[in-house]
């Protein structure tokens, strides 16, 4: 193991689970909290995103002073360029905000740039999904494993938003080859619920790596597969299954197509 490696790993549950009492109070008062838009409507941020977030960095600061953080609401710290904590505080405001369940935390431990260990917890249901490196993904003490589905019709593919043309091109493909598709608004959530099982995949036009990093490393670790995705900016995001991987990857055709499609007409 990584030296330093598992004193992370116990500070970050610790963590988390303080985290997750933090979150489902500002759940719980979600009407007072005052909220803005950042990039577009859908685009939201709470004060409780932004506490949270400060919580995790203090907690970590305290006791890994010199380790970097990557978070969505207050950016980058610089560290010694070895040890990098990746965090959404609440990937799924939109649901939060609504009374929703579709919410997650999520933090990503990086080393060296790999991704080293991972979690997305769930304060609504008190379950943590996590995953180290080599030694598999679980959620109270139950190993995590994929689904067996071979086909897009045995299961539901979770799906992003993003640009509407990209995601039509992507619906349309895969209701047209039998499958069927969920949104629960948190993209680590749904990355988690692929490694558990419930979803063949996920698929998502553009994500930051505070979104995904940790539910990657879930689903990679839970026997899944997952396109590579850069640790410093947003990409698309693709991961599922072994079984239907073909299929999968044909739909993220569909919205490359599209994208391809949009540029040649502005040119």
């Known amino acids: 193991m990584t030296e330093g490696l598992a ?49 995790i960095r203090e ?6 002073p010199r380790d970097g953080f990557l978070g969505e609401e207050l950016g980058v710290s610089q560290g010694d360029g070895r040890w990098t904590w990746i965090v959404d505080p609440i990937d799924g405001t939109a649901s939060f905000l609504h009374g929703l369940q ?12 790999e991704t080293l260990a991972g979690w997305v917890a769930h304060p609504c249901s008190g379950r943590v999904y996590s995953a180290l490196r080599g030694q598999g993904a679980w959620c109270r003490s139950a190993h995590l494993s994929v689904s ?29 080859s ?40 879930l689903v990679e670790e839970a026997g899944g597969w997952h396109a590579p995705h850069p640790m410093d900016r947003s990409a698309p995001v693709i991961a599922g299954a072994p079984g239907p991987r073909a299929q999968i990857e044909h739909l993220s055709r569909s919205f490359q197509k599209a994208k391809e499609d949009s540029y040649a007409k502005l040119g």
């Open 7 to 55: 004193a992370r790993v116990t500070a970050a549950e610790e963590m988390i689970a303080e985290a997750s009492e933090r979150a489902m109070a500002f759940f719980e008062r979600r009407s007072d909290l005052s909220v803005e838009c950042k990039t577009d409507p859908q685009d939201l941020v709470s004060e409780a995103d932004r506490d949270v977030e400060a919580l």
């Open 102 to 113: 579709g919410w997650s935390i999520s933090v990503a431990l990086c080393h060296d740039g």
């Open 59 to 64: 907690r970590l600061a305290h006791s890994f």
């Open 148 to 176: 067996k589905g071979c086909s897009l019709a045995d299961g539901l593919i979770a799906m992003g938003s993003g640009n509407p043309d990209l995601i039509a091109a992507m619906v349309r493909d895969l209701l047209t």
């Open 178 to 217: 039998g499958g069927s598709f969920q949104r629960n608004g948190s993209a680590a959530l749904s990355l988690a619920h692929v490694a558990a099982g419930h979803y063949l995949g996920f698929i998502e036009p553009q994500l930051a790596p505070w979104d995904c990093a940790a539910g990657l490393l």
